[in-house]
């Protein structure tokens, strides 16, 4: 990034200027490593200090990585029921629907066992014939008696 100063303007304020437009982060980190100080105790303090916001400010980051996770995991349970209890859902009515089928086939095979066993009692009978023959008699004379009277 290139700054470019006008006639206009004093040293100091552009650098002034210069300065209060760069993220703190950046300062605060130049304010440390390169400016003097008196002895070197009191710039191993302040390089000490530095170190001990440094590492509060990596603490913080990984507690709310942490908390990201923590919120993504639960998110992914959450997905993870939901998506039990849909297929629970689903075949729910799939297992009544085949239970309501095989109910619907046994009840057709059990019609159709008892046709088949009255066609085999009418087949069986040797009499079969002469029954539909004495009905048919029976009608007759019924017919007889009534144009008779």
Known sequence: MAFTISGKLKLEDAIRATLSSLPDEVVDTIGVIALPSEDSISERRRKLEYLKMQEELIKVEKEEKEKEEEELARIKETKARKE????????????????EQA?????????QLCEISCA???????????????????????????IAW
Do not use: G
């Open 84 to 99: 039990d209890v849909a297929l629970k859902e689903m075949t729910a009515p799939t297992a009544r629907e085949a239970q």
């Open 120 to 146: 085999l009692v009418v087949l069986a009978s040797a009499s079969s014939v002469s029954r539909e023959r004495e009905e048919f008699l029976s009608l007759v004379n019924n017919e007889n008696f009534i």
């Open 103 to 111: 109910i619907a086939r046994a009840l057709e095979k059990r019609d």
